[in-house]
Every structure is written in C-alpha cells, then in structure tokens.
C-alpha cells in the first residue's frame, strides 16, 4: 500500500472512531473495508501501527495477544493459554472419569451429566475453532468464535455418531474414547501450531471474511 493511500486508510479509521465509536475492532475494521479499497490485512496493521503510535485508544483487550514462543511458556507462563489449556485438559479428564467410572444408577449421577453436558455441547468444538483460528485477534472475534465451536460441535456429534454405529453398537465407553481422544489429539495439535506461528517458523492466518455468510457488506 502507497503512502497516499495508507495516509487515506489511516484517515478514515480515525474519522469513523469519532463520529461513529463502534464498539468493537472487528466492526472498525469491517466499516473501514465498507469505506476504502483496502484490504483486510492492510487496515489491521494500519490499526496496531496508529494505537502503537498512540493515534488512537483502543479499549481492552488488544487487538493481538502474542502467541507463545515454547511449551513451557504456553502451559506456564503464559495467562490467558496457559489457562485455557489447563481448563479444557481438566474438563477432558473429569469427561474420562465421570463418564466411565459412574454407573447411571449412581446416586451422584448428576455429576456425570453436568460434566458431560458441559464437555459434549462445547468443548470439541472450541478446540478445533483454535486450531482453524489460532490467532487471538480481531480477525474473528470471540462471538463469532464461540458460534462456531456450537455449529462444530453439533456436526461432530452428528458425525461421530454416525461412525460409531457403523464400527461398534454406539455406547457411552465408545462415544466417550472417540469424542475425548479427538478432543486431545486437536488440543495438543492446537498448541504445536500456536508455537509454530509464534516462533515465525509458520504464517497460519484465515480470515471469515472470505466466506459470504458472514461479509456483512460489499466492500467499495
């Protein structure tokens, strides 16, 4: 991009923080796109450059959070990967536990379907969205983020189920092997390609905006 025209970018994306205040990054950017020529990449880094120089206030959190550089500062050091790796590994092991080990004429029964109902609905298809988007950035935000865990998730299950009751009659040790162990083996994955891009051994970036169902105007 031209020095004319990133000077023009620059402009818009201030003009559009003051008369219009939009309440995200990800509505900023897509209103820039709506106004100029530029693309996606291009207003993103125009964004961090004019925050990084102070020329305008981005609220919390930023529009970036680095990625980890090694395993020990993703699982350790690292507040925000470090918490959720921990989070989903311990979901992962009380779905195990609860499910396998907790007869359905247990009295704490409850147990078992709340972990399950938790892990089942959502947790597939939340690490398979980080492995599709690795970065945390306004790329996809965490509304968009969270629909598609659901939407994952739902055809995973549909999936799943369709496999099992091909191989195995489908019951809950089977389910629960298939569902848990893919969980782990996205997870794991997850974390290798996150270091990968934050090392810079590996430049992983997809955008949703070049998928139709969720442009929201036609750039200019």
């Given amino acids: ?6 000077s023009s970018v620059e402009k818009t994306v201030q003009k559009i923080l003051t008369e219009e205040k939009p309440k995200t990054v990800r509505k900023l950017i897509q209103r820039t796109l709506e106004l100029t020529e530029a693309e996606e990449k291009q207003v993103f880094q125009i964004i961090k450059d ?36 921990w989070v989903i590994l311990s979901l992962c092991s009380l779905f195990f536990l609860t499910v396998l080990l ?16 938790i892990f089942g609905i959502f947790v597939p298809g939340w690490v398979i969205t980080n492995l599709i988007f690795p970065r945390l950035n306004e790329t996809i935000d965490q509304y968009e983020r969270i629909l598609l865990s659901l939407g994952i998730n739902l055809g995973i299950m549909i999936f799943s189920g369709l496999i099992l009751n091909q191989i195995w009659v489908i019951e809950t040790p089977s389910f629960v092997i298939t569902i848990g162990s893919l969980t782990l083996f996205v997870l794991f ?7 990968l891009i934050g090392t810079g ?19 200019k």
Avoid at 189 to 195: A, D, G, P, Q
């Fill in 50 to 85: 004019l925050e990084r120089k102070n020329a305008i206030q981005l609220g919390s959190p930023k529009i970036t959070r680095n990625l980890p550089k090694s395993f020990s500062e993703y699982l350790f050091k690292h507040h925000y990967f470090s918490t959720e790796f």
């Fill in 102 to 117: 907790i007869p359905e004429t247990s009295p704490v029964l409850f147990i078992r379907v709340i972990i399950g109902g």
């Fill in 189 to 195: 994955s997850t974390i290798l390609l996150r270091i």
């Fill in 201 to 219: 051994r590996l430049d992983f970036d997809i955008s949703l905006s070049r998928f139709n169902i969720f442009k929201k105007g036609e750039r």
């Fill in 1 to 6: 991009m031209n020095n004319s025209k990133s």
